[in-house]
């Protein structure tokens, strides 16, 4: 059971180029969240997802899509990287249980130059 | 909108000493109340919840206490060790219909010397 997993671990970006981060998970949650962590800044949302094929805007979405095709990845684009999107990004998911914890990945570490 | 305010870092103990970090929320209803901890180089990971009023959460000898009297969820350990230096996060998922979100406090850096 690998839980939540992250790819890639690590990217350098030049400016204007795009990537998709991929997250995956194998414990059939239903909601998947993609956030962003910046030194004082704590974890902020940018896309979450309440099942397959639903999508929705968190607290920082410009910049970002996101992708919920299958109910175990969850795909967050950045079609044109700026600087200001450098940061270390968590996706995390959760089970429709009441008051379940949500599991997140061990990150996506992006400079963007 | 819903908010959560931890005390500011980092904070530095040395090995058996006596560990509180502050959290206060502002939230209607009765939110549940998190902690989540982040060891260097990896995910948050859950720590420890609570999710009524006077309820208790405890785990790996850390505990917290919701308060909704002073919307207060703060994080006790008696005797930190080494091994706890990592950063606490304190975080809410409202009552109602969004209680699938969470909302995290800034985070609070902890280093335990020996």
């Known amino acids: 059971n690998a839980g939540v997993t992250q790819t890639p671990k690590f990217r350098v970006l030049k400016t204007g180029q795009s990537m998709t981060l991929l997250c995956a998970q194998d414990m059939n949650h239903e909601y998947m969240y993609w956030y962003r962590q910046d030194p004082g800044m704590g974890l902020r949302l940018i896309h979450y997802?309440?099942?397959?094929?639903?999508?929705a805007k968190g607290e920082v979405p410009d910049g970002y899509n996101v992708s919920r095709l299958k109910k175990q990845n969850f795909l967050l684009g950045l079609e044109s990287a700026a600087p200001s999107q450098t940061s270390v990004y968590f996706c995390?998911?959760?089970?429709?249980?009441?008051?379940?914890?949500?599991?997140f990945g061990p990150g996506t570490r992006l400079t963007v130059t | 909108g819903d908010s959560v305010t931890q005390m500011e870092g980092p904070v530095t103990l040395s090995e058996e000493a006596f560990l509180t970090i502050n959290c206060t929320y502002t939230?209607?209803?009765?939110?549940?109340l998190f902690w989540y901890v982040q060891y260097p180089g990896e995910g948050l990971q859950l720590l420890l919840k609570?999710?009524?009023?006077?309820d208790k959460g405890s785990n790996k000898g850390f505990e917290a206490t919701y308060r909704k009297e002073t919307t207060s969820f703060h994080l006790e350990k008696g005797s930190v060790q080494v091994s706890d230096s990592a950063v606490y996060f304190c975080a809410l998922s409202p009552s109602g219909g969004s209680n699938y979100k969470l909302t995290f406090g800034k985070g609070t850096l902890l280093t335990v010397n020996p």
């Open positions: 939230a209607t209803g009765y939110p549940s």
């Open positions: 997802s309440v099942g397959e094929g639903t999508t």
């Open positions: 995390a998911s959760r089970s429709l249980a009441g008051e379940s914890e949500q599991y």
């Open positions: 609570a999710t009524k009023a006077d």
